[in-house]
């Protein structure tokens, strides 16, 4: 796994470094600590020293050592590179990759843009509180990252035991990547999962054999000995119910290209439920 | 004299993943063996050698790390990749006490786990 962790130089990107450390570890995925700076001319010094203490602290959250990333014991130097520039971090054979970028340009663009350059599976960003802005940016950033992205996005808010998964998981459409990433989450948060139906008028809503459909996916996780159970929810009241389930664990919502609870979310669905929700956000795709 | 392709094995109870994979990986020049029943393999690596063995840990009947454990030792100079839905810290470094090459997490992009595959292989020629 691949995972882009955006960050900034302030307490909702600090203060889940080992947050984002935990969940690297676990997956034992190559992350890339990602900085924006507005300028091209020449490397912002101070970007350059968040990123590095950013990853001591990253380092220093794994049990270890740091292990399976490499803890250079010199700080590390920036190269320019195309896109902006990069941290030139030693290695060690078996290793795997934590690196340092800094982009210039549009925050979000530059976001999103790396996201689908480095062909990344997760996003990983902090909005530790509604009114959470980032520095010199919109109030919406993590919001238009989570609602661009090409790739799976999860929001970071507040840092608590989360024991339950609620997942909107379009059962006709949903991909193999998206139910693969509801496994980790799972697995790294040792919780029990809750799956969203939709119904209307007629029973479950959805095409084709909708009940099939729902009982394949409940049957995958139950085979993988995930605790898992259906929750039948109004189409008309899945808004309601998602705002109001936020409280009780981390939101996953299927939000792919043919995802039936992107055609039935209201178009601001995700930064509502980014900005309002208490806990974590995971936005599948 | 004709080069002898490099052979790979996948084991994963999910058909997704070996028909992702498959097509791929005979794209680039691997000979490709795919397997969704873990005993199905394990006949299989008693009958021949492979060069790599991908192989998924949580499964029906014998586990992906029984599984490896096999494959070690009928053939200790297959490189054996580990690929998971259910990974944990502790899964990885008890995977590589007992000798694997490399660890991944899905989801994984093909550009990922086609680029461990080769580095397996160019550890398994030297």
Same mark, same amino acid.
Request: a negative charge; one cysteine or more; hydrophobic letters at 40%.
């Given at each position: 796994?691949?995972?882009?962790?955006?960050? =900034?130089?302030?307490?909702?990107?600090?203060?889940?470094?080992?947050?984002?450390?935990?969940?690297?570890?676990?997956?034992?995925?190559?992350?890339?600590?990602?900085?924006?700076?507005?300028?091209?001319?020449?490397?912002?010094?101070?970007?350059?020293?968040?990123?590095?203490?950013?990853? =001591?602290?990253?380092?220093?959250?794994?049990? $270890?050592?740091?292990?399976?990333?490499?803890?250079?014991?010199?700080?590390?130097?920036?190269?320019?590179?195309?896109?902006?520039?990069?941290?030139?971090?030693?290695?060690?054979?078996?290793?795997?990759?934590?690196?340092?970028?800094?982009?210039?340009?549009?925050?979000?663009?530059? !976001?999103?843009?790396?996201?689908?350059?480095?062909?990344?599976?997760?996003?990983?960003?902090?909005?530790?509180?509604?009114?959470?802005?980032?520095?010199?940016?919109?109030?919406?950033?993590?919001?238009?990252?989570?609602?661009?992205?090409?790739?799976?996005?999860?929001? !970071?808010?507040?840092?608590?035991?989360? $024991?339950? !998964? !609620?997942?909107?998981?379009?059962?006709?459409?949903?991909?193999?990547?998206?139910?693969?990433?509801?496994?980790?989450?799972?697995?790294?948060?040792?919780?029990?999962?809750?799956?969203?139906?939709?119904?209307?008028?007629?029973?479950?809503? $959805?095409?084709?054999?909708?009940?099939?459909?729902?009982?394949?996916?409940?049957?995958?996780?139950?085979?993988?000995?995930?605790?898992?159970?259906?929750?039948?929810?109004?189409?008309?009241?899945?808004?309601?119910?998602?705002?109001?389930?936020?409280? =009780? $664990?981390?939101?996953?919502?299927?939000?792919?290209?043919?995802?039936?609870?992107?055609?039935?979310?209201?178009?601001?669905?995700?930064?509502?439920?980014?900005?309002?929700?208490?806990?974590?956000?995971?936005?599948?795709? | 004299?004709?080069?002898?392709?490099?052979?790979?094995?996948?084991?994963?109870?999910?058909?997704?993943?070996?028909?992702?994979?498959?097509?791929?990986?005979?794209?680039?020049?691997?000979?490709?063996?795919?397997?969704?029943?873990?005993?199905?393999?394990?006949?299989?690596?008693?009958?021949?050698?492979?060069?790599?063995?991908?192989?998924?840990?949580?499964?029906?009947?014998?586990?992906?790390?029984?599984?490896?454990?096999?494959?070690?030792?009928?053939?200790?100079?297959?490189?054996?990749?580990?690929?998971?839905?259910?990974?944990?810290?502790?899964?990885?470094?008890?995977?590589?006490?007992?000798?694997?090459?490399?660890?991944?997490?899905?989801?994984?992009?093909?550009?990922?786990?086609?680029?461990?595959?080769?580095?397996?292989?160019?550890?398994?020629?030297?």
């Amino acid at each position: 796994m691949r995972i882009l962790f955006a960050v =900034d130089d302030q307490t909702y990107s600090g203060s889940i470094v080992p947050e984002a450390a935990r969940i690297s570890a676990n997956t034992w995925a190559d992350i890339t600590l990602l900085t924006v700076q507005s300028s091209s001319n020449k490397l912002d010094e101070n970007k350059a020293d968040i990123l590095r203490q950013h990853k =001591d602290i990253f380092l220093s959250s794994i049990e $270890g050592g740091g292990f399976p990333y490499y803890a250079s014991s010199t700080p590390e130097d920036f190269e320019q590179i195309s896109s902006g520039w990069q941290g030139c971090q030693g290695s060690r054979e078996g290793s795997k990759l934590c690196l340092l970028k800094i982009r210039s340009g549009d925050t979000v663009r530059e !976001i999103i843009n790396e996201a689908s350059e480095g062909e990344y599976d997760l996003v990983i960003i902090g909005a530790s509180s509604p009114d959470c802005q980032w520095k010199n940016e919109s109030l919406d950033l993590p919001q238009k990252v989570a609602e661009e992205a090409a790739c799976s996005v999860l929001v !970071i808010k507040r840092l608590r035991p989360t $024991g339950k !998964i !609620i997942g909107c998981l379009d059962q006709s459409q949903i991909s193999q990547e998206s139910l693969e990433m509801i496994n980790q989450l799972v697995t790294l948060h040792q919780a029990d999962l809750k799956i969203i139906g939709l119904t209307g008028p007629k029973g479950l809503s $959805g095409k084709g054999n909708v009940e099939a459909q729902m009982a394949d996916i409940l049957n995958y996780y139950t085979a993988r000995d995930i605790n898992a159970w259906i929750t039948l929810v109004e189409k008309q009241a899945l808004e309601d119910f998602v705002s109001s389930a936020s409280k =009780d $664990g981390i939101m996953a919502v299927w939000m792919g290209k043919k995802s039936m609870f992107a055609k039935l979310f209201s178009q601001n669905l995700v930064e509502k439920l980014i900005e309002n929700s208490q806990s974590s956000v995971l936005i599948l795709r | 004299m004709t080069d002898k392709k490099t052979s790979v094995l996948i084991l994963d109870d999910e058909p997704i993943v070996s028909k992702r994979l498959k097509p791929s990986l005979e794209k680039k020049g691997y000979e490709v063996e795919t397997f969704t029943v873990s005993l199905d393999a394990l006949k299989r690596i008693r009958e021949r050698d492979f060069d790599i063995v991908i192989t998924d840990l949580k499964m029906e009947g014998l586990s992906g790390m029984e599984f490896m454990s096999e494959v070690k030792s009928h053939s200790p100079s297959t490189e054996v990749i580990i690929i998971t839905g259910f990974a944990t810290m502790d899964t990885a470094k008890e995977s590589f006490s007992k000798g694997v090459f490399d660890f991944l997490a899905k989801p994984f992009k093909l550009g990922e786990i086609a680029e461990v595959i080769k580095r397996a292989e160019e550890k398994s020629r030297k």
